[in-house]
């Protein structure tokens, strides 16, 4: 008998290194989407004016979406092997998103929420690239489909904007 713990990424026939790699970049993803959703969350919470009925409604869908996300993105880190990050602290240092604190416009609100989703698609494709590249499909199917939802949501709320 072996006395060498497998890690779950070699359980699953995946390349250490790059599952490693791998999980590094979801956990960066993973606090883009804490960041991006407690800004949401404010939005939701703050927002003012004649669209606040619309607008109010809307953002409490998308936070309830990203938060099935994140649950999902952070349970995958766990399957592959690692351990998700979990403070707000690691979030803050690890996300290319910033606090955005006291807007209640809602058309201010809105371009916060397209630009947060574009950045949210762009870092997904680039996680779900290294992930097919290592081999992890599941990962990568994952993604790519949590992309295709942020863009159709960053499409409506570019029509609202319009």
Known sequence: MSTNKATLA???????KAMKSLAGNMNDLLSDYHIFYQ???GFHWNVK????????????????????????LAERVVTIG???LHAYSDYLKNSIHKEITDVSNGDECVKHVID?????????????EEAGEAGDIATEDM????VGDLEKRMWMFTMFAK
């Open 10 to 16: 070699n359980h699953l026939k995946l390349d250490d």
């Open 39 to 41: 800004n949401v969350r």
């Open 49 to 72: 004016g004649e669209n606040f009925f619309d607008l109010h409604i809307k953002f409490e869908e998308l936070y309830t979406q990203l938060y099935e996300n994140i649950d999902d």
């Open 82 to 84: 690692f351990k998700p």
């Open 116 to 128: 947060g989703l574009g950045i949210l698609a762009q870092s997904h494709r680039k996680v779900a």
């Open 143 to 146: 993604l790519t489909a949590f």
